[in-house]
C-alpha cells in the first residue's frame, strides 16, 4: 500500500524536523514547506492525503492558505489540521470555525502526535468521495 502523504507546513525549523521525522519513522511520506507559498505550491503538484498546518506563518498565515487551499476543486476535500501553539487560544477556535478538521497543540507531545494525525487520516472519505467512510463499531 502507498503510504499516505502528508503536507507539513511549519516555519520553525526545529518544529518542522521533530514532526517530519516522527512522521518518516511511522512510514509516512511527508513534504515540508517553510510558508504558506510553498505550501499551495506543493500542494497543487501532489495532492497530499493530509495537511498539517501551522497557523502563524511569516506572510501568508494559517487561515490564508486554508482560503486558498479551498479554493481548488482538487483541494477542497484534503483533510487540513491546524498546528496551533498552546499560548494562542483563541487560534483553535477560529480554527475549527474557518474549516479545520482539528488542531494540535506545540510543543507537538511526542508520544502522542502520529495517533493523533492517524486519527485525523481515517476519517478522511474515500478517493471516490466516500467508498471508504469510517465504521462505527460500539
Ligand atoms: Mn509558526
Known amino acids: 500500500m502507498k503510504p499516505a502523504r ?22 509516512f511520506e511527508v513534504v ?42 482538487r483541494l477542497a476535500t484534503v483533510p487540513v489540521v491546524a498546528l496551533t501553539a498552546q499560548a494562542m487560544e483563541g487560534d483553535r477556535e477560529i480554527a475549527l470555525v474557518a474549516g479545520f478538521r482539528g488542531y494540535i497543540t506545540k510543543p507537538i507531545n511526542t508520544r502522542t502526535f502520529v495517533q493523533e494525525v492517524m486519527s485525523h487520516l481515517r476519517s478522511q472519505p474515500g478517493p471516490d468521495g466516500g467508498g471508504t467512510q469510517d465504521q462505527v463499531h460500539d
Open 6 to 27: 502528508i503536507l507539513l507546513v511549519e516555519d520553525n525549523h526545529l518544529n518542522r524536523e521533530l514532526a517530519s521525522d516522527l512522521l518518516r519513522v511511522a512510514g
Open 32 to 73: 515540508e514547506a517553510e510558508t504558506g507559498e510553498v505550501a499551495l505550491a506543493q500542494a497543487g503538484l501532489a495532492v497530499p492525503d493530509l495537511i498539517l498546518l501551522d497557523i502563524r506563518l511569516p506572510g501568508m498565515d494559517g487561515f490564508e492558505v486554508m482560503n486558498r487551499l479551498r479554493r481548488y476543486a
